[in-house]
């Protein structure tokens, strides 16, 4: 499933949608992101509230296919453009990170 037909199924907001037709292949739900960086594989759609820099960095390092920042979660300007300049896909949802992880799970 890309990431757009994701968003659109999870009613996600888009905030940088750079690579829309991106695979995903599973997913993963963290906060802490040293653990993140060994455990999260490339394609996954990686559900997290954390919103700075060294996600971005994170989302570079694993390959993940997006970002979901749960819980209301955005982005400001500027890091919304260093996800762009990336090639990170960011979208946002109201809610929890189990409530939008157990519906990407029912997707896949």
């Not at 996954?44 to 920042?69: G, P, Q």
């Not at 890091?79 to 809610?95: D, H, P, Y």
Request: aromatic share 4%.
């Amino acid at each position: 499933m890309t990431v757009q037909a994701m968003a659109e199924a999870l009613s996600l907001t888009p905030l940088c949608v750079p690579e829309p037709d991106r695979e995903v292949e599973g997913g993963y739900i963290g906060d802490l992101l040293s653990w993140v960086m060994g455990n999260a594989r490339s394609g996954d759609a990686w559900i997290t509230i954390m919103s700075n820099d060294n996600v971005v960095a994170v989302a570079v390092l694993t390959d993940v296919a997006c970002v979901i920042l749960s819980e209301g979660v955005t982005l400001d300007e500027r890091l919304r453009a260093l996800a762009e300049k990336k090639g990170i896909n960011v979208f946002s949802t109201a809610l929890s990170s189990f409530a939008v992880g157990a519906k990407v799970a029912a997707l896949l």
